[in-house]
Each structure stands twice: as structure tokens, then as C-alpha cells.
């Protein structure tokens, strides 16, 4: 490819010194793309007499370098606000895996204190004294419980059950319910959007999440004021992506959810999802609402933003990607409540944990099933070999070694017609997290009761007999 080179633009400035000269080179350079030769004009000079060349030249040094100025301090605000952005999504990410972490291992305790319990609380059913205690008992580990699900939330790592949402529906649904809970001295208005195209998300804690939004505005409002919730359907483009760290292009249904209550600065912006963070008195807040929000936002696949100025307000916006799916997904059926169901069947009992292992064999063989009893995968795959009939596997999901799903695909080559029930905490499992359980699978989270292990058992089984 030929080039042809331009002749350098020569500029005499009066009485410019070399350095002087040289930045305001480099200036024209950047500004026009064309090289310049800048000279030094004395006020003898024969340049001297056309004071308009060199007001020519002042005036585009002056421009190019105002130019120059504005458009570094827009990148470096740029590059200071994605680095803010980045650090804390980095600083949530962490926080997040401590926290569900932590309340995994929590969860295991906790279903060795809710199973036995309620197994003790059976026995001792005719001594009142004995009877209350147990109760309470089951009522301080179900509260515990709670607070584990809500740390699961943060970290992400609870179980969902995604099924085909219209956001507008969901919103008029609430409202009622909603209304209840600021009272009557806040206005709501609720604005929906029209022809608003579904979102895949889970329905339970797509409530839970509107809900702990509207309780944080109506807290921020305590003499009353102007509550608004709106959905939309957004578009993000690049450039929006590029300015949002972790935001993917594509099309979103937004809910905003808005107060005029005292605003929050910019340093609890910071923080504000931030587990057990809170600006609440006292007893007034756990500080785990808006992070439950925030890992039930991330979890389904959307992004939340806060926007607020103290003593104006503040508006989180929430953006769940839409639903490409076209026919509507299942929801978990679960069978009626009911009293204990008894079986007959052999079941392969997989737990890395022991008191939760003992717990499961426990209660199976007090409802008349057969148990085997395994630590991993590896010990319950030469268990099966010497087994001849097994009905059930029901294995724990994460395990040091093969996962439950390696471990049922296995038993499966062999044993075609097992039915397969996993048990969590929490699970990252594609399988699981998007709904896509088998035929004959389905999935028990931890902590549970006698009662759900038992009915979740013959549910797998009656799923099969379908």
C-alpha cells in the first residue's frame, strides 16, 4: 500500500521557549493527526507584523488543549468508577462464598437438630413438661434455619426452582399483601409496564425479594411519604455493559422499586448489600434483607443497582433477563402435608456427614425401609455390587470425591430403574439450579424434617410409577 506524506504545518509563535514549543507540537499532533513544525518568532521578527497567525495558533493550542483536559478527566472518572464497580463486585463475590459457606456447614448441624428433635418430640409426646421444651427447641433451630437460607440467598448457593414469571402478575399479586406492610401513611403506586415479556426466575423468592425491597423503603420513609413500584422492559446495549461491571447485553425486564424517604450517601451506598450491615437501630434489623436480595438477584441471572441522594430518596432497580422459552415451565409439585409415609423399599443412602447419615437411616428404618449406608461414592458404588436389589438412591450432591450426580450416573448404567433423590444445602449444579431434574429425580434441601424426608421419598417413587 503506498503512503504520501504531508508537509509539516509550520507555526511561529513570539517569544515561545522549547518547552513551551514542544507541548504545544505534541497538542496539534494529538488533536489533528498532522504534524507541525512550531517555531520560535521574535517580536523583530518579519512574523511580527501578522499578529493573526499567531492568534490562529494560540486559539487552536487553546482549544486542543481544553479538549485534551476534558476528555482525560472523562476517562480517569471512567476508569475510577468501573475500578469502584469491579472492587465491589470482587468484595460481594467473597463475602458471598464466606457467608454460604459458612451457613452450608451450619445447615448440616441444623438437620441433626431438626431431625432428631422431632423424633425425640414423638417420644416424649405424653409428657407435657418434656413436650414444651422439645418445642421450643425445634422453634429456636427453625429460626436458625431461616437465617441460613437467608445467608444461602447472599452467597447464591440456595436451591431454586425457576418457572416462566410475568412480572406484572407477580406485582398486582403483592399488592394487596404489600399495602399491609408500609401502612397507611405511605402512598403506593404501582406503574406496570404493558405487553412486559416473562422472566424465568423462582416465583417464591421473586416475592421474597419485592417484599424485603418495599419493607427497606417503607423503613426509610418513618413519617410516611411515596412508595412506587415500576416494571419495564429495557434493552442493555454495549455501551451500558461497558460502563456496568458484570452486566451482559440483551433484553431485561426491570423492576424499580422507588421512595422519598432520607436518602443514603454514597459511602452506605457502598456497603448497603453487604450482609449484617444495617443503619437500623438496634434490633430493628438483622442487615440481611437487601443482601438476600442481591443473592436472589444474581442467582436468577440479573443485576440490582442503587440510586440515592440524602434527603431525596432512593430507587433500586433490578433487571432479570427475559425468558426466551416459550411454553411454560413446571413448578416442583409437591404432595399434600400429611402424617408420615411408610415404605417398603431398599434405599442406598450416600452422606459424607455422619449425624446426617445416622439421621436419614433413622428415620427410613423407622418408617419400614431397607437402608445401606455409604460415606461417598466410591464405597456406595462396591456396596451396590454386592447388592441385589436397590429401589432408591438418596445421596448427598457435593461430596469430597464423585459429586451425587457422578455417582447416580454410575449406578444408573448398572441399575437402569433407580429413582434418584439428591439432598443440599445448597447446590451450583446446573441440574438442579435450572430446573432440569429427571423423570425420576427430585431434590431435598437441607435442614429437613422426618416428615419431608419420608414424603419427598415416596414422591420420588410415585414419580417413577407414572
Known amino acids: 500500500m503506498k503512503t504520501t506524506s504531508q508537509e509539516p504545518i509550520r507555526l511561529q509563535i513570539i517569544d515561545a521557549d522549547d518547552e513551551t514549543r514542544a507541548l504545544i507540537t505534541l497538542l496539534l499532533r494529538a488533536h489533528t493527526g498532522r504534524d507541525y513544525l512550531v517555531e520560535r518568532a521574535g517580536r523583530d521578527d518579519r512574523f511580527a507584523g501578522m499578529p493573526a497567525t499567531a492568534s490562529e495558533a494560540e486559539r487552536r493550542v487553546s482549544e486542543a488543549l481544553r479538549e485534551s483536559e476534558a476528555q482525560l478527566a472523562a476517562v480517569l472518572a471512567d476508569r475510577e468508577r468501573l ?67 437467608q445467608l444461602l440467598a447472599f452467597g447464591r448457593r440456595q436451591v431454586l426452582h425457576p418457572t416462566r414469571v410475568n412480572l406484572n402478575d407477580t406485582v398486582q399479586a403483592l399488592a394487596g399483601m404489600l399495602r399491609q406492610l408500609i401502612g397507611e401513611n405511605i402512598d403506593l403506586r404501582i406503574v406496570c409496564s404493558p405487553h412486559l415479556p416473562p422472566i424465568r426466575a423462582d416465583l417464591s423468592q421473586l416475592e421474597s425479594a419485592l417484599a424485603n425491597l418495599v ?105 432479570l433477563p427475559v425468558d426466551p422459552g416459550e411454553q411454560p415451565l413446571a413448578g416442583q409439585i409437591e404432595p399434600a402435608r400429611g402424617h408420615w409415609s411408610k415404605g417398603t423399599e431398599t434405599v442406598l443412602l450416600v452422606e459424607d456427614a455422619p449425624m446426617i447419615r445416622r439421621l436419614a437411616r433413622e428415620i427410613m428404618l423407622r418408617a419400614g425401609y431397607t ?52 439432598m443440599s444445602g445448597y447446590t451450583d449444579n446446573a441440574i438442579v439450579r435450572n430446573g432440569m431434574l429427571g423423570a425420576s429425580e427430585a431434590f431435598l434441601q437441607k435442614p429437613f424434617t422426618p416428615e419431608e424426608l419420608l414424603r419427598k421419598l415416596r414422591h420420588v417413587i410415585e414419580m417413577q410409577a407414572i
Open 83 to 149: 475500578e469502584r464497580q469491579f472492587y465491589q463486585a470482587q468484595k460481594m463475590e467473597t463475602v458471598g462464598q464466606l457467608a454460604g459457606g459458612i451457613a452450608h456447614d451450619f445447615n448440616n448441624i441444623l438437620t441433626a437438630i431438626v431431625g432428631f428433635g422431632t423424633l425425640v418430640a414423638e417420644q416424649v409426646s405424653e409428657n407435657e413438661a418434656a413436650s414444651r421444651n422439645t418445642e421450643e427447641i425445634l422453634a429456636a433451630a427453625n429460626r436458625a434455619s431461616a437465617l441460613t437460607r
Open 215 to 319: 419493607i427497606n423503603a417503607r423503613d426509610a420513609m418513618p413519617r410516611g411519604g411515596r412508595l412506587t413500584i415500576e416494571t419495564a422492559d429495557v434493552t442493555l446495549d454495549d455501551d451500558y455493559c461497558a460502563t456496568h461491571v458484570g452486566v451482559r447485553p440483551g433484553r431485561y425486564a426491570r423492576l424499580s422499586v422507588s421512595d422519598n424517604g432520607i436518602g443514603m450517601s454514597q459511602d452506605i451506598q457502598t456497603r448497603i448489600f453487604e450482609p449484617f450491615f444495617t443503619t437500623k437501630e438496634p434490633g430493628k434489623g438483622s442487615g440481611l434483607g437487601l443482601s438476600t436480595v442481591y443473592g436472589i438477584v444474581k442467582q436468577s441471572g440479573g443485576n440490582i443497582w442503587v440510586y440515592s441522594e440524602e434527603a431525596l430518596g432512593s430507587t433500586f432497580k433490578v433487571y
Open 371 to 422: 437402608v445401606i449406608e455409604a460415606g461417598d461414592a466410591e464405597q456406595a458404588l462396591l456396596l451396590a455390587k454386592k447388592q441385589g436389589r436397590i429401589d432408591l438412591l438418596l445421596t448427598d450432591l457435593i461430596m469430597p470425591g464423585p459429586s451425587g450426580v457422578e455417582l447416580s450416573e454410575q449406578l444408573r448404567a448398572s441399575r437402569p430403574g433407580v429413582r434418584v433423590l439428591y
